[in-house]
């Protein structure tokens, strides 16, 4: 079965770092481009960040510099190493596989991990 | 704010038509591939739509997706309501070099 299963959410204070991982079955990380989505409580989807290939990977602004997308393909399994972390970024964190032969679209998506920055 | 508009909320009697609207620029939507998700409550994002007007496996034809110039829209037939859920756009936005979302549209089945 085709499947994503993230972990590693919590609640961390300002300032602290959290790695979130999200382990695939059923397929390669490798083989496709991946990506982390999140929702902060009763908002919409932001794409936080995507990876196409280890030298090609996209952020976006409010995490840049932050946030660092990775994958393990011995382990077969997406990370997301998230550093001076801040309020603004509490959300579910979704990690999702894009489909190969489109543009930027994500066909499975995993159940998520509940990220809370709070002191 | 997001750089795709959709509108907040729409609604339609069962067995209806409904369509969602995403507004986006030349820079996303004008020269980009969109791509429609459903999001039940609770549950994470499903595809229903790619590369503007394909379906992937197993979402029915009642969901349909179009394409013209900066707009793009989501069609729903025959609405149930287990369709009750929120759809978000997506695609690429080739200034800022990142993959976007709309605000997303709550769909209420009357």
């Known amino acids: 079965e085709v499947q994503l299963v993230e972990s590693g959410g919590g609640l961390i204070q300002p300032g602290g770092s959290l790695r979130l991982s999200c382990a695939a079955s059923?397929?390669?990380?490798?083989?496709?481009?991946m990506s982390w989505v999140r929702q902060a409580p009763g908002k919409g989807l932001e794409c936080v960040s995507v990876?196409?290939?280890?030298?090609?990977?996209q952020y976006a602004d409010s995490v840049k510099g932050r946030f660092t997308i990775s994958r393990d393909n011995s382990k077969n399994t997406l990370y997301l190493q998230m550093n001076s972390l801040r309020a603004e970024d509490t959300a579910v964190y979704f990690c999702?596989?894009?489909?190969?032969?489109?543009?930027?679209?994500?066909?499975?998506w995993g159940q998520g991990t509940m990220v809370t920055v709070s002191s | 704010q997001s750089v795709l508009t959709q509108p907040p909320s729409v609604s339609a009697a069962p067995r209806q038509k409904v369509t969602i609207s995403c507004s986006g620029s030349?820079?996303?939507?004008?020269?980009?591939?969109v791509s429609w998700y459903q999001q039940l409550p609770g549950t994470a994002p499903k595809l229903l739509i790619y590369?503007?007007?394909n379906r992937p496996s197993g979402i029915p034809d009642r969901f349909s997706g179009s394409k013209s110039g900066t707009s793009a829209t989501l069609g729903i037939t025959g609405l149930q309501t287990g369709d009750e859920a929120d759809y978000y756009c997506?695609?690429?936005?080739?200034?800022?070099?990142?993959?976007?979302f709309g605000g997303g549209t709550k769909l209420t089945v009357l």
């Open positions: 059923g397929f390669t990380v490798s083989s496709k481009y």
């Open positions: 997506e695609t690429w936005d080739s200034s800022l070099s990142v993959v976007v």
């Open positions: 590369d503007n007007d």
């Open positions: 030349s820079s996303n939507i004008g020269k980009n591939y």
């Open positions: 990876i196409y290939s280890d030298v090609n990977t």
């Open positions: 999702a596989r894009g489909v190969v032969s489109a543009h930027n679209a994500f066909d499975i």
